[in-house]
């Protein structure tokens, strides 16, 4: 099975401890973003894209302060490409 992860280049944290990154592709919002160490850790969810389509900035909510500021040491994360499964909601049948 063939893994097509997309690289995050990890520039600083935001005073309300937000992450953020720079990738050269658009990445889904919510996706799971994970440490490139050998452990993968799991950093965040992504919050927010923008800037210029081509190398947009991400912003990344971590999971706790301790993995954002690993974050900031490692320098580099990969986004998951495992698409996440959503939750569909079931409509009753109306009785007349």
Known sequence: MKT???KIKILHKTPKGKIIG???RQPQINA?????TESRTKLGK???VFGPVNKPYVKII???DAVGNRA???G????????KVQKTRRHKKRSK
């Open 76 to 83: 580099e994360a990969v986004i998951s490409d495992a698409k």
């Open 46 to 48: 992504i919050y927010d």
């Open 4 to 6: 097509n992860l997309k």
């Open 62 to 64: 971590p999971f706790n």
């Open 32 to 36: 799971i973003v994970f440490l490139k």
């Open 22 to 24: 720079r990738t050269d």
């Open 72 to 74: 900031l040491e490692v």
